[in-house]
């Protein structure tokens, strides 16, 4: 990419257009300007950059990271984001509190249900308003079942990055299933649009129910026989043991959550810790596993699965009558003030702050984005490993480049 | 939050504080200036009575009239969520000390608010942009960036969009600008 005028940049007066900017070569065309930029694009004896990406099949998106590599060995990592910045935060303060909904969707586009409920939840305490029974009771079932999506893809993509072509369509059987029974649920397969200020949009339909009853019956056994494929695949469990591992002090630290965090052996749950939605009523296990590696990571996941079907279950069986929307004007104007909420979403903590001056779009809306926080510790993740064993520990950690560069 | 947090965030922090202790909902709120980060966030991080070594978010704030870094914080004492204010920044040249030294996890978070608010936080050892281009030359979540503004300079340009708050071109944006007292 090249550019002509001579502007000179806000950062540094020092970097200016006129150099072409080869935004692709590894080492940036101009002199460092952090403390860090300066050490890492420093060269040793026998070392040598190299990029991955912008694309690249195992980089979940479009990511570039630049190696620094001695032989075959990762010495360290710079992982260059920004790629697909759509300016969601901005464009959210641009609009009516309602089209934010639809805005933040195709952040973490596996997972869009979670996008819509943080901010949703942040609107309804800006606004006092109480969300019937019914609608959290709904909120939380398709939630679970589009968490369990979400952890297939998974299970198919971790697979795909170290070289499995089998398990990723095994996984998208599944997936699919549930992407059409969330698709008559809501109208959408991916980016659902559903999840209401005080409630959402449509109940529970036939088609859904049907859909939903008949994936139940065979859901355990389609999970176990998904996992037989890789757990006692010895390449897998070989490769995977012992990689990219953490403890739990160093990963609180990262700001790490989710399933990544508890792997390494910390309970840290938000419906938990700090309890939303009905979540308080539902028995459920949380899982942890001690190791801190890809596999531990990885096993996690799948146990995730079973509690989450666990909560579905229960969500059917408890299911109340009653209305599905909180009674709201069209046209909403919160009273001045703050509001934070935090969900747990299949990567971890996925959070709104919402700020309204008491017009009718938002004055300011923070999106807190869980694979943006767990992309940054990949550096130390892969160091002194090889090169291959990159990707493995990216796919460990499941980061959505969408919601990275929001 | 119960009267005994209350007490003692107001016993530990109060010289720090700039404001008084707020709750509203599951949410309690303290406001502190950019020299009592370091102490207050260690504070709140080390003391035992506290135990805030969870990090939820870090937010930056261009209230139209000055600027803000919002940290949100979990702890196992209280079942609320803390938020701490750092409050009344320049909006010239807004300024604050990181976190990342107990926090490390803060370094990419601290690098965003950068990147939209050119908030500077004193001792990241990697503060550049993040999402926007290193030539970029403006700081895009700041209340005197207009969309429009952007698109006059984007390959876009001339296209209206239709969210835009119909502010004439011409006004100056110290009038212009929208703002809040948070």
């Known amino acids: 990419m090249t550019a002509t005028s001579s502007r000179p940049s806000a950062d540094d007066p020092r970097i200016t257009l006129d150099q072409e900017l080869g935004i692709f070569e590894p080492v940036p065309p101009y002199p460092p300007r952090t403390e860090r930029e300066a050490e890492f694009y420093t060269l040793g004896d026998g070392q040598m950059f190299i990029n991955m990406g912008p694309q690249h099949p195992s980089t979940h998106g479009v990511l570039r990271l630049v190696l620094k590599l001695e032989g075959e060995q990762v010495v360290d990592l710079d992982p260059v984001v920004g790629y697909l910045h759509r300016g969601v935060e901005k464009l959210c303060e641009n609009a009516d509190y309602h089209h934010t909904i639809s805005q933040v969707d195709p952040l973490e586009y596996i997972s869009a249900l979670f996008n819509e409920w943080a901010p949703v939840m942040a609107y309804e305490k800006l606004l006092d308003v109480e969300v019937p029974r019914r609608a959290e009771y709904i909120r939380v079932l398709s939630a679970e079942l589009n968490r369990i999506a979400s952890h297939a893809l998974f299970m198919g993509w971790m697979a795909l990055d170290l070289g499995g072509l089998t398990p990723i369509l095994w996984s998208f059987i599944e997936r699919d299933e549930i992407v059409e029974m969330l698709g008559a649920l809501t109208g959408q397969r991916m980016l659902f649009n559903y999840f209401r200020i005080g409630g959402v949009n449509g109940d529970l339909n036939h088609d859904f129910m049907s859909r939903l009853g008949d994936w139940m019956t065979r859901a355990t056994d389609q999970i176990e026989a998904n996992l037989t494929l890789l757990n006692t695949n010895e390449i897998f469990v070989r490769r995977m043991r012992g990689l990219g591992t953490i403890d739990g002090q160093t990963a609180l630290q990262m700001c790490w959550t989710g399933p990544n965090l508890r792997a390494t052996g910390l309970p840290f749950d938000i419906r938990r810790a700090h309890p939303f939605s009905v979540y308080q009523e539902l028995d459920f296990d949380i899982p942890t596993r001690i190791e801190g590696d890809c596999l531990a990571r990885y096993l996690l996941r799948l146990d995730e699965i079973k509690q989450s079907l666990r909560i579905i279950d229960q969500c059917l069986h408890r299911m109340p009558d009653g209305p599905i929307m909180a009674k709201l004007p069209r046209l909403i104007r919160p009273r001045p003030g703050r509001a934070y909420a935090a969900v747990e979403s299949p990567r971890g903590q996925y959070a709104a702050y919402a700020i309204s001056d008491g017009t009718d779009q938002p004055f300011r809306l923070r999106i807190h984005d869980p694979s943006f926080i767990h992309l940054q510790s990949v550096g130390q993740l892969v160091q002194g490993q090889l090169i291959a064993d990159t990707m493995a520990v990216m796919a460990s950690l499941d980061p959505v480049m969408g919601g990275v560069d929001k | ?182």
């Not at chain 2, 690098?111 to 503060?127: C, H, K, P, S, V």
């Open chain 2, 1 to 182: 939050m119960d009267r005994v947090f209350r007490r003692r965030l107001e016993a530990r922090l109060g010289p720090k504080l700039t404001g008084p202790v707020r709750q509203r909902h599951d949410e309690t709120e303290i406001r502190i200036g950019a020299a009592g980060v370091t102490d207050v966030l260690r504070t709140l991080h080390d003391d035992p009575e506290f135990r805030f070594t969870f990090l939820a978010d870090l937010a930056g704030v261009d209230t139209g009239t000055v600027m803000q870094v919002v940290y949100h914080l979990w702890s196992d004492v209280t079942p609320d969520w803390l938020r701490v204010i750092a409050d009344g920044l320049s909006r010239d040249d807004p300024r604050v000390p990181s976190v990342t030294f107990l926090w490390q996890g803060a370094e990419w978070q601290e690098r965003e608010a950068y990147d939209m608010f050119g908030i500077t936080f004193e001792g990241n050892r990697d503060l550049r942009r993040i999402y926007m281009p290193p030539e970029y030359t403006s700081f895009p979540l700041r209340k005197d960036f207009y969309l429009p503004d952007d698109a006059a300079r984007s390959p876009g340009a001339g296209i209206r969009h239709m969210e835009q708050v119909h502010v004439p071109r011409s006004a100056p944006p110290a009038t212009s600008i929208r703002r809040i007292r948070a």
